[in-house]
């Protein structure tokens, strides 16, 4: 295994070990039943961010060029759900 391969998934434990943790502060952090918003968004930023350096990699591995993974922010307030 390819030392990027393996700070890759040392991220990825990373982020699974303290992923409880921070489910259980969202929930600590509940005001009158309902999330807080910026708990919320730092948690989908991170999730977010792993996600597109595990796709990045797989793109390497079948092939394609690809960029070095960037933060992904997905700016869902944006949007209008019906």
């Known amino acids: ?5 393996r700070e890759l998934l ?4 990373q982020v699974n070990s303290h992923l409880g943790e921070a489910v259980v502060g969202l929930m600590q952090d ?5 999330l807080p918003a910026d708990g919320v968004r730092v ?5 977010g961010s ?3 350096a595990l796709y ?3 793109a390497e591995l079948t092939g394609r060029v690809v960029e070095p993974p960037t933060r992904v ?5 944006a949007t209008e759900i019906a």
């Open 56 to 58: 990045a990699r797989a």
């Open 43 to 47: 948690l989908a930023e991170l999730l």
């Open 50 to 52: 792993m996600s597109a």
């Open 10 to 13: 040392a991220r990825l434990s």
């Open 73 to 77: 922010i997905i700016d869902a307030e």
């Open 1 to 5: 295994m390819i030392a990027r391969d």
């Open 30 to 34: 509940q005001d009158g039943g309902e």
